[in-house]
């Protein structure tokens, strides 16, 4: 689930000055420190590494290119710091990490059980036809998803429950759970599709 122990090595995880994992961060004023201190966004870098990791490596499949990606959000997220305005930085952060996934060229990869991660316990007819399609179908049918829709599945994939999915997202725990619903559903249709042309045209 969430905040495995991966590290990237480029220098921003090494400050001596943030909190420990799974203590309560100032998310806003941290980053409002880093604008002029780099060394003031290692907590945020070593709370969010981990969980960033795991959606670019479900979406490319690869380990390598996965930590390349998770660098490049990071880059991007110190570059445009001064456009974070307040609010919910899980949020901001994570259009950041969709936004650079859906300009990213994914080359075909071996498969990583992709909607495994997305699988719910007890599954619907909706889950159930997903898992017989590529991982790679799935990648493309996700980055088609409405931005707020790849957020909702990102967060929800990564362990954080409805009520804390709707604090970052600014929607209840009932929106949360239908726009899921929803995008589970637009998924399952979309590679529907796909997997007929395919069978048309093999």
């Known amino acids: 689930m969430r905040r495995r122990g991966h590290r ?30 780099l060394a003031a966004f290692a907590p945020l870098y070593r709370q969010y590494l981990p969980e960033i990791l795991a959606l670019c490596t479900r979406r490319v ?3 390598t290119d996965a930590e390349d ?45 992709l909607f495994a991660a997305f699988s719910d316990p007890a599954p619907g007819p909706e889950e159930l036809a997903l898992r017989a399609v ?14 707020a829709c790849q957020l909702v599945i990102e967060l929800r ?14 929607h209840d725990a009932a929106w949360v759970r239908l726009t899921h619903h929803r995008a589970m559903e637009r998924l399952a249709r979309d590679l529907g599709v796909v997997r007929q042309r395919r069978m048309r045209h093999g």
Do not use: M
């Not at 806003?28 to 604008?35: F, H, M, S």
């Not at 991007?76 to 996934?101: E, P």
């Open 8 to 37: 990237i090595g480029n220098g921003i995880g090494n400050g001596s000055d943030g909190a420990a994992t799974g203590e309560s961060l100032d998310e806003e004023l941290i980053a409002q420190r880093a604008v002029v201190d």
């Open 157 to 170: 994939s990564q362990g954080y429950h409805c009520d804390e999915v709707a604090a970052t997202v600014g």
């Open 61 to 63: 499949g690869n380990q």
């Open 69 to 113: 990606l998770a660098a490049e959000v990071f880059r991007k997220t110190l570059a445009n710091l001064t456009t974070f305005h307040g609010g919910s930085f899980r949020k901001w952060l994570y259009t950041i990490a969709i936004n650079t996934l859906r300009d990213h060229a994914a080359r075909p990869a071996p498969p990583t059980e």
């Open 134 to 147: 590529s991982d790679n179908e799935v990648r493309a049918a996700l980055a088609r998803l409405p931005e």
